[in-house]
């Protein structure tokens, strides 16, 4: 895997002008609409040429301007008291938008309001949809895209967890992790715009289980690091779909549920030859792919009848045990 350079700051919001670079790169005229002191942050998250932008402001406002000259920007409304009116439409919490490179955009925020974007070359986002055979110019014009309400609701839910990490400002992330929380974002607004597609015929499977088999072996070659669903897609160029039915038939259950219990069975084997002592367990989940504590903690004791710290501690005599040894041989030899 290449390495990818990871870079992350947080800017106070005070005025207008702190405002202008509300998107990374983005040079936006900002007038605020209502009185009071304009207050809030902006963080900026970079992963190789993938950014992220999540910002958070205190009073009504009105931005103008190119959103990136180059990119392609993917936007979701987090928060906001009042109708917001974007791209000539009103705009709701969960909402996604879609801004292509050199557009022009416009909005009005009646009050205050959270986003967060995702800005890339538009060949880096068309990757992650290549195998879905979607309409070739879906990311050339602006769109919005409204969700059903339970799973807008979810996607925002799961979407707002993940960028609680990026913005504590704490993650210090290896490549492979860096990998894996890019595409997990990306996954978060491509299975959103996914849902707002038409249905289409089944894909059939012929090979189900072989399909089933190759992934396997790819993600024993992998190693530890964690395979997002997005890279066996396309590895192996089937669609999310044909997917999730080779798995579901062959072994009663879908790839993203087995990708997960996979990573967690990888911890749980970790934990329990690590020493408790220098041991941090959010360190590692975050190694190997869980960015949000909460879930990971509800995931891991849902799978093995245990907390992962509990699991830790009972490792723990395992590794005091295989550490005497050494120890007998300092004290007597």
């Known amino acids: 895997m290449s390495e990818l350079n990871t870079t992350a700051r947080k800017v106070p919001i005070d005025s207008v002008e702190a405002l202008r670079e509300a998107v990374a790169g983005a040079d936006f005229d900002i007038v605020q609409l209502a ?17 992220m932008s999540i910002g958070r402001f205190s009073s009504a406002v009105r931005s103008r301007g190119v959103v990136s000259p180059d990119r392609l920007t993917l936007a979701m409304l ?3 008291s009042n109708p917001r009116y974007s791209w000539s439409h009103d705009v709701i919490p969960g909402d996604i938008g879609v801004f292509p490179p050199r557009l022009d955009h416009e909005s009005v925020y009646q009050g205050p309001a959270s986003y967060a974007t995702i800005s890339m070359l538009p060949p880096n986002m068309a990757e992650i949809f290549a195998e879905e055979n979607l309409p070739q110019d879906l990311f050339k014009v602006a769109n919005r895209y409204r969700l059903p309400t339970q799973i807008r609701a979810e996607i925002r839910k799961r979407f707002l967890a993940i960028i609680a990490q990026v913005e504590l400002g704490t993650l ?3 490549p492979a992790a860096a990998d894996f929380l890019m595409r997990s ?11 707002c597609m038409p249905p289409r015929r089944p894909v059939p499977i012929h090979h189900g289980a072989q399909l089933v088999n190759n992934v396997e072996i790819y993600m ?3 190693g530890v690091r964690p395979v997002h669903i997005s890279e066996i897609c396309g590895a192996f160029g089937v669609s999310r779909r044909t997917l999730h039915r080779a798995f579901l038939e ?13 990573r ?5 084997a970790v934990l329990k030859r690590s020493d408790p002592e220098i041991t941090n367990v959010s360190d590692i989940a975050i190694e190997h792919g869980f960015f949000e504590h909460g879930r990971f903690s509800g995931y891991y004791k849902a799978l093995f009848g245990e907390t992962p710290s509990e699991t830790l501690r009972t490792g723990a005599g395992r590794f005091r045990s295989s550490s005497w040894p050494e120890q007998d041989l300092r004290l007597h030899g």
Request: hydrophobic content about 40%.
């Open 264 to 268: 967690l069975c990888s911890i749980q």
């Open 185 to 195: 974002l990306k996954e978060v607004f491509a299975m959103g715009i996914l849902q």
């Open 35 to 51: 009185r009071g002191n304009l207050t809030g942050s902006l963080t900026h998250l970079n992963i190789g040429s993938f950014s």
């Open 220 to 222: 024993e070659s992998a």
């Open 250 to 262: 062959t072994l009663g259950i879908g790839p993203i549920g087995y990708l997960r219990r996979k």
């Open 172 to 174: 210090e992330l290896s």
């Open 78 to 80: 987090l928060d906001g």
